[in-house]
């Protein structure tokens, strides 16, 4: 079975600093994975996703993703983060019958 | 285009009581999914319809969760009797078919008391 490990449950960012929210997955062949975002109040909303090929993957709001196999990671990025990015952050595993499987969230608060 | 829209945003009942919540998919969406979300967690499928065709109800506790989605439109996740674990975020999603991205609806907050 598929399991997603975010193993930082709480991150604190300056305004303009970069971001990275760690993702481990574990899964038997080649993953489905996304990042979701849910701003509080919110349902969640797809930020990018990687099927195949390349593995940096672009999203919206300025978001970036790396898949490395050999990590078995899926690592989320973001150069220069402003306030409306505090959130709750959420990596997601697909198997071949595009069942998810969600880690636990990282919350992002962002400091001026 | 609306979204996935769900009702009530919020309910509160007493334990042992009957609880539903409604949830009006984006229009065509043939892939319809209830999501439990507990306090400091991620979303668990529960069920996962196909039109009107649950597929994958693997996860709902069918001796106290049902639900329908009748002329594979509109659906309804009830709890009969409500304990107090079920308290959570319930999510409503949906999608063209199940490899296509989904979109969520804001949630329903269950509490039970």
């Known amino acids: 079975a598929q399991s997603v490990t975010q193993p930082d449950i709480h991150i604190t960012v300056s305004e303009g600093a970069s971001l990275e929210l760690r993702c481990n997955y574990s899964y038997g062949a080649t993953p489905y994975l996304f990042w979701y975002v849910q701003s509080p109040g919110q349902g969640l909303q797809l930020l990018l996703k990687?099927?195949?090929?390349?593995?940096l993957v672009q999203g919206i709001k300025g978001f970036e993703a790396e898949f490395k196999r050999s990590q078995s990671s899926f690592n989320l990025r973001k150069p220069s983060v402003h306030w409306s990015d505090a959130a709750e952050y959420f990596c997601a595993v697909g198997d071949v019958d595009y069942k998810l499987s969600f880690g636990a969230g990282t919350t992002v608060t962002v400091r001026a | 285009e609306a979204g996935v829209v769900q009702s009530p945003r919020y309910k509160i009942i007493e334990k042992k009581q009957p609880v539903a919540f409604w949830c009006n998919p984006i229009?065509?969406?043939?892939?319809l999914y209830w999501y439990l979300q507990n306090l400091g967690q991620g979303p668990e499928l529960l069920i996962r319809y196909e039109n009107e065709e649950a597929v994958d109800d693997s996860q709902l506790p069918k001796d106290r969760f049902s639900a329908e989605r009748l002329k594979g439109v509109d659906s309804t996740l009830k709890i009969q009797p409500a304990e107090l674990g079920d308290s959570a975020v319930y999510l409503c999603?949906?999608?063209?078919?199940?490899?296509?991205?989904?979109?969520f609806g804001q949630g329903t907050r269950l509490t039970v008391v």
């Open positions: 999603a949906s999608s063209w078919t199940a490899d296509t991205e989904a979109f």
């Open positions: 229009s065509g969406h043939n892939t």
């Open positions: 990687y099927f195949s090929g390349d593995t």
